[in-house]
């Protein structure tokens, strides 16, 4: 018999951590786990000043004379959620004012191979929306233009196709014509001195983005705890460090941090205690996760047990019934078999007797075989038992 496996204690501790990671998992999917940073960049870009300098350094007109100024840009409606992407929107878009110039800034934690098709048909949205249809027919009039720039903070190189005309099928022997394209910043393109140099807080939280070790991260951080930051700076670093990096640099590390910005700006900062009441919110519910967590498993435990229980149980009743229907089965077995048996050996004494009183009569065999259906060989063997 096949030995049962037993459910052991460790069996159990390895169960409970693969189903946490499940949990895990499903609770904390990629999408979410990078919300934090991801609406932190968002929000850093909708600041004038942050955005103007970031679209100056992209489009290289910074320390030219064409550079923008704060003053010319205008934030834009940025809700182009289109027919092929209705998951999707478009992160921040700028308007020139006075012009249609529209600066389309998208931000990606991770490479979309279909980049390039979004960004034609977010610059299509945004160009229908600002069109004038009333002078569209007319010769001397232009067309809104965008701006598009993709900004990346994934740890792996971006190697998406940048150019629409890229990603098309193309006929032989028909010369290539550029179409829309976006503008992308890497930060895998940049190092981290190269960040730091740039005295504004998009390089800040870009940086910290790039840095991958503890000891690293835990640097800058004093570093930048140092520079002179506003209350909504300090509320959007604090969010992000703890979205990104509090499984990296720990719980206690952040809460030093954050306690030593609040004592910086005199310790009566409302939106940091506002904050600190999103993180006890934020750490409560990750309690009773826990807590649900642990009921679940206790519950799957004890199923578990049942089980097992059950089928050892199971395994022994088996056997017990098992040998009482096997007798009773045998007993029936073995009457059928002798009273098959016997008619067998009645019809057996019958042939003999008639097959003897055939003899006595002078019967040749010839005739007796055919009389009785028998063969000479089963009649030679009756004629030795008579």
Known sequence: MKKIKKFTYEDYIQYTRELALRE??????IEKLHQYKDKGFKVVLEEKEEAIQFINKTLMLENTSYALQKGEIEKYSSNFITQDFKSKESDVVYKKKDEDIFFLIEQQSKIDYSMAYRILNYCIEIIRSAV???KLGKRKYQMPIVYPIVLYTGKIKWDAKKYFEECQVRLRGIQEKNFTSYNLVDINNYTEEELWKQ???LSRILLLEKANQKDKITEY??????????????????????GSFHRKIGESNIQEFIKKMKNKKGGNDMGLTAFEKYLDNLIEE???????????QGMQQGIEQGIEQGIEQGIEQGIEQGMQQGMQQGIKQGIKQGMKQGKENGKLEMLKKAVKNMIQSGEKDEKIMKYMGIKE??????????
């Not at 060989?377 to 008579?386: D, Q, R, V, Y």
């Open 377 to 386: 060989e089963e009649l030679e063997n009756i004629k030795g038992m008579i």
């Open 24 to 29: 895990e998992e499903q609770d904390y999917k």
């Open 286 to 296: 990750k309690l009773e996760k826990g807590r649900k967590r642990v009921l679940k």
């Open 221 to 242: 951080l004093h570093k930048i705890q140092k520079e002179d930051l506003n209350e909504k700076e300090i509320n959007i670093l604090i969010k992000m460090i703890y």
């Open 132 to 134: 004038d249809k009333k």
């Open 199 to 201: 005295e504004n807080f």
